[in-house]
Nanobody, 120 residues
Framework: QVQLVEYGGGLVQTGGSLRLSCAAS?????MGWFRHAPGKERDFVAA????????HYADSVKDRFTISRDNVKNTVYLQMSSLKPEDTAVYYC????????????????WGQGTQVTVSA
């Protein structure tokens, strides 16, 4: 079972940037980022293939967020730029075995989450 730990959340002003990190142990997997805002469902944000060659983004973050990974460090990153108040949420990284997917049910391991708050 893979262990996931997120880092890097915090408070930032509108238009600012943050980089989230997710340290993984226990293998190399497809990795995804999701977010959960109060009163809303958990939403897919971005995902990356095992070798880092394929990425997929939600329309709401495309051209603002970048997912990447360093398999030597077993770490996945989410670089967030041009942040908006609607990006405020708890962000979770997750691991999946097979293909890049937006479906949270196909991710078998989850981190504890890190809070991102974007002030207006």
């Amino acid at each position: 079972q893979v262990q996931l730990v997120e880092y890097g959340g915090g408070l930032v002003q509108t238009g600012g940037s943050l980089r989230l990190s997710c340290a993984a142990s226990g293998g190399t997997y497809v990795m995804g980022w999701f977010r959960h805002a109060p009163g809303k469902e958990r939403d897919f944000v971005a995902a990356i293939s095992r070798d880092g060659g394929y990425m997929h983004y939600a329309d709401s973050v495309k051209d603002r967020f970048t997912i990447s990974r360093d398999n030597v460090k077993n770490t996945v990153y989410l670089q967030m730029s041009s942040l908006k108040p609607e990006d405020t949420a708890v962000y979770y990284c997750a691991a999946a075995r097979d293909v890049v997917t937006v479906k949270p049910t196909l991710y078998h391991s989850w981190g504890q989450g890190t809070q991102v708050t974007v002030s207006a």
